[in-house]
């Protein structure tokens, strides 16, 4: 079974930090990972999609790289900002017979100070 | 665009009651998942539909939940004599495609469940 892991759970950083979440996963053979970002009392938006195949994706001041042989990721935040606060979601899509559905960690909970 | 819509955004039950969650899915997209978050926990699956077929409900915590897609577009999850436990957001989403396939998951905002 699938188990997704996100370390640290919280984190509270200065406005203009760089910052790196990340996220391990117990079972490689997956088809793509995704990282999400929820507000209080919305739904999830999504940040990144790597496909297994990739190593890293990049959007604006995210980067998100993948290590699937040792089940590892990263988000990487450049020069934080107070609407960075957030919880961050890393969820895996696995590549076997349930290769449609998502296995979410519980989170990082980002507060960027001004 | 429309995104994916869920309504009600909250609802508050007696313990017992029969409930009824409502997500609309982006036009055209043929893939629909429900997945459950309570406090302090990740994300579960629930289950996974397919057009109007739900190949995967292994994610359904008891009998007491069902859930159903009409005209590949609405899906209602029902729960039946509602539990403290069942207190939680139930999150929907939605895809182009569904299995083995790269396209994202685009989520609602949730309907937040509790149960007195």
């Known amino acids: 079974k699938q188990e997704v892991t996100q370390i640290p759970a919280a984190l509270s950083v200065p406005e203009g930090e760089n910052l790196v979440l990340n996220c391990s996963f117990t079972d490689s053979a997956i088809y793509n990972l995704q990282w999400f970002r929820q507000d209080p009392g919305k739904g999830l938006t999504s940040l990144l999609l790597i496909q297994s195949s990739q190593r890293e994706q990049t959007s604006g001041r995210l980067n998100a790289s993948l290590d699937k042989s040792s089940g590892r990721s990263t988000l990487y935040i450049a020069a934080s900002q107070p609407g960075d606060s957030a919880t961050y979601l890393c969820a895996v899509k696995g590549s076997g017979g349930s290769n449609y559905k998502l296995t979410f960690g519980k989170g990082t909970l980002l507060t960027v100070n001004p | 665009g429309a995104g994916v819509s869920q309504s009600p955004s909250n609802k508050v039950t007696e313990k017992g009651k029969d409930v009824e969650l409502r997500c609309d899915p982006i036009s055209g997209h043929t893939a629909l998942y429900w997945y459950r978050q309570r406090l302090g926990q990740g994300l579960e699956f629930l289950i996974y539909f397919q057009g109007n077929s739900a190949p995967d409900k292994s994610g359904l915590p008891s009998d007491r939940f069902s859930a159903e897609r009409t005209g590949e577009s609405v899906s209602t999850l029902t729960i039946q004599r509602t539990q403290q436990e069942d207190s939680a957001v139930y999150l929907c989403?939605?895809?182009?495609?569904?299995?083995?396939?790269?396209?994202?998951?685009?989520f609602g905002p949730g309907t937040r469940l509790t149960v007195t």
């Open positions: 989403a939605s895809s182009l495609m569904g299995t083995g396939t790269n396209y994202e998951q685009y």
